[in-house]
């Protein structure tokens, strides 16, 4: 059925860098290689201009994306020592809702000398969080009309998404609204820039514009009525500034085009997927092809995704998408916005040297951090809450606490929010019986693993591939590609792991009561801090 | 009236060593000595003995004290360049309630070989938290039996105080309780060794009975029927084991006998005051005769001492004794468990060198702290609440906050603590209308002073003296010997600030709005955790 000398690439965009990863066909990885971006991320001022930013801006340089794709693809071609001939699909997985402003041939606004010093030219990080007036006015007016797409994301759209972002170019920037031709998600920007073609034939996924935008298969985007009710102005945004057709990841968005071939040391015309969203990628990267199986990629932030056969509304579920992670299941996300980001954070703020110092600590420090009752809630709380402005806290504190209790109730913490998220999707009737970890973090920090198992209760398999998203990108990219015959098929071949390759760490019975209390007690600060925040 | 050559010496006895401080009686500092105690804290094991102590345990060694004071005494005279003809009076102020049983001659049992290596027959110091049983069945009875003296508690006997450490040996070592003839503060069983004497007219100090013994001059102590009711042996306590004569502090206790005058290099004779709990030292020693001055005595933890014409029973105030200060006044004390304490902890919290360092920074961030809040309950609450498993938190927090943020956020919190002291005072009847602050804080940490002036919206005056207990103990001393009319004249020639001397930190009213609203968040986060602690 294929042939393992078959070669796939997966791009795996982050906030700092991407990593290309190079993959047979039987799922071994022959190569990988991880460039930063040149401008990282820009939160300061505006690269070539004296111009400060304001502190909730996080923006990024569209050009760092292609050098550092095409040079992380040099060298992993390099370090996996075959030849650009076998590699014949390629798949991107992107952060999300990253996006810009281009002209209709592409160009993004930023690079235009006109809007080169207007920072809402530029393309909006995720974590960009300028558009908090705008996310207010579109979730009201929601709500007043009773909007049927808000049942879909739990009844709230949220400050990091693509309608509140183009809306706030639209209201605090209007001439850079007005100069754009086209608004996209950076995913989008990035696979049309490999296959060419014109802005009427974009490839936009479904999986951004499902998780992202509003969009479903049944209604499309949200309709004119609503959108002029959010501001006159917006009324045709759809049809003015998001030309493009929709194709779902896993299907082929193009060919390579000559100049990016040759930029990318590749073959002319490889196949190339529709974009995912990188935590979305994280599903097929980890082997989870079968309903019920919550994927945890766990990161700076963590998204918890999970397929299910059930189609059900789960309040303060940020998404559920139809054929959003992979066709023939509805796929949920749910979310922590703060996780190895909380994590370093603490570090910094004990002044301890590394987290090993710091776990070693904690893990000699009983369930419950000796009254220390942390919630995490350091970069507002995604699921279920939605909330952006929310902020975390540490109570129960006394002389004797010492860096490592603070640590160890802030890992507590953070798995006592992914308690908090599986039963709402149990009691919404979803079930979840299955965990996988993948992301950096389970890699790093057994100790979280542990104590996630021991507050869930349920046992946790970390999946063996140090790069998940990377892997879930280049599965699309054989799917691109023709290889295989359906995604199940390609995941059983590539991602799910070979025996005795995943560790699996088992829930300690012993700590279930004090963990039990600890989380009504997460629950009732948590009812504090929502209410007096 | 007075003779500037005259010279008294205060005694300020500390948790880690005492100070000796000579002055003139026009209030001229001469000469100063601080020597550590030998044995400093016990807390891990006994002297010369292998046993180890319980967590809650800290005890003192009574040989420290004399020998500690003695040493200070002779290298003050040095440093003086005085004769010791020229010392007319001693006063002493003691931590409290530091407490410990004696043989009738005053013998410490802890130093018979029958009980050294009884940990109950040594010393207990102030913070000792071993009687937490007793002091709750303390509570539970004078509350069933609707005890008169709750009210001049605010409603509650403290954990630190002198019948529950008496109550713990009864019940965990009921042979040292029997062994014992006398039981009696620390700084009373001092004056008793300097001035001899035989048990039945062993001083005892007002001011320690009554804001540690529950007595009154009215009512006595607590009555035989309640102690009973207590616990059937404990009936006759008072009777038995606390003989001695109440001697308001100010008044002579007696003179140095031979001994003691050969051992501190003292005229024997010299006039000796009953003791002072050594806050309450910090009234006279800051200048406040008048009534409605809030004296804040600012160390390790934080003791609020005011005078006032109007007797009150202000809920959740830790004690009002008429004539326990300064003669002719109610006084007022209250307290918070946690200042510098906290300060230093947090500093050690975040591995920052110094405080000097924070506080630079702090000073830089807005009042509010950027959205932090903290409830500065790390060591219990003192006042009001008097509660000392109460337990400390951080909320508003981001992950763009930085040390900083928390120091700055916790000064504000021990200011905010403070604010809802002086509300229920000014609430219960009781004015307040001028601030002094004293003890060693406010001399190396004037940002503390100016965010408690802005919180407060009241100027603080900084008293110039770094050793405020021991000038009002030396006043004291004076008043014994009869050199001064009354308590104000003393006052006024030795410790009102020469003019210029003091510096004034005035309130910025700019910030008013924030602090307001800042106080109402503090009390509901405190509200949360005392409902769920």
Redesign the interface.
């Given at each position: 059925m294929c042939d393992a000398s078959q070669v796939v690439l997966g791009l795996d965009f982050g906030t700092e860098s991407v990593r290309a990863l190079l993959v047979d066909v039987s799922g071994n990885e022959l190569g990988s290689a991880v460039v930063p971006f040149a401008h990282g991320q820009i939160v300061d001022r505006l690269p070539n201009c004296d111009r400060s930013l304001p502190?909730a801006y996080a923006l990024q340089h569209p050009s760092d994306w292609i050098e550092a794709a095409a040079k992380a693809t040099v060298l992993a071609i390099r370090s996996a020592k075959i030849e650009a001939n076998a590699i014949v699909g390629i798949g991107v997985d992107f952060t999300s809702c990253t996006m810009l402003p281009t002209k209709a041939d592409g160009t993004p606004l930023c690079l235009l000398s006109d809007f080169a010093d207007e920072p809402l030219a530029w393309p909006k990080l995720w974590k960009h969080h300028g558009a908090q007036k705008q996310t207010d006015r579109i979730n009201e007016v929601a709500r007043a009309r009773n909007e049927s797409f808000l049942n879909r994301y739990g009844g709230a759209i949220g400050l990091e998404w693509f309608f509140p972002k183009m809306l706030e170019t639209l209201e605090c920037a209007p001439k850079v609204y007005q100069a754009a031709d086209v608004w996209l998600e950076a995913g989008d920007w990035f696979v049309w820039q490999l296959v060419g073609g014109r802005a009427i034939s974009l490839p936009r996924s479904t999986c951004q514009a499902g998780y992202k935008g509003m969009w479903n298969a049944t209604d499309g985007y949200p309709s004119e009525a609503y959108l002029k009710a959010v501001n006159p102005k917006f009324a045709s945004v759809v049809k003015d500034k998001m030309p493009g057709q929709l194709i779902p990841p896993g299907k082929t968005a193009g060919g390579l085009v000559p100049a990016m071939a040759k930029r990318f040391g590749l073959r002319e015309g490889t196949s190339v997927s529709a974009a995912i969203i990188d935590a979305h990628a994280g599903v097929p990267g980890a082997g989870a092809s079968a309903p019920g199986t919550l994927v945890m990629v766990m990161g700076t932030s963590s998204c918890h995704m999970l397929n299910s056969t059930k189609e059900r509304n789960v309040p303060g579920v940020a998404g559920v998408v139809k054929d959003g992670i992979l066709p023939g299941f509805y796929g949920y996300e749910t979310g922590q916005a703060?996780v190895g980001?909380?994590f370093d954070?603490l570090r910094?703020?004990?002044?301890?040297v590394n987290l090993k110092q710091l776990s070693a600590e904690a893990a000699g420090i009983a369930p419950g951090s000796d009254?220390v009752l942390c919630v995490d809630w350091?970069?507002g709380c995604r699921t279920p809450l939605m909330d952006g402005k929310l902020?975390?806290?540490?109570?129960?504190?006394?002389?004797h606490?010492?860096?490592a209790h603070?640590y160890r109730s802030l890992l507590e913490a953070s798995a006592l929010g992914l308690r908090w998220i599986i039963e709402l999707l149990r009691e919404g009737g979803v079930p979840v019986n299955k965990f996988i970890a993948t992301g950096g973090l389970p890699h790093h920090n057994p100790l979280v693993v542990q104590v996630y198992a021991d507050v869930l209760g349920e046992s946790i398999m970390v999946h063996p591939s140090k790069h998940g998203p990377a892997l879930g990108a280049a599965i699309l990219g054989a799917l691109a590609s023709g290889v295989f015959s359906s995604p199940a098929a390609a995941i059983r071949a590539m991602s799910v792991p070979k025996p005795g390759t995943a560790e699996l760490y088992k829930p300690n019975r012993k700590s279930r009561k004090v963990y039990n209390n600890l989380y009504a007690?997460y629950r009732?600060?948590g009812d504090?801090?929502k209410s007096?925040r």
């Open positions: 502190p703060a980001d909380a954070w910094k703020m004990t002044g301890a009254g350091f970069n902020r975390g806290a540490f109570a129960g504190l006394a002389l606490h010492r860096p603070l007690d009732k600060l504090h801090l007096h």
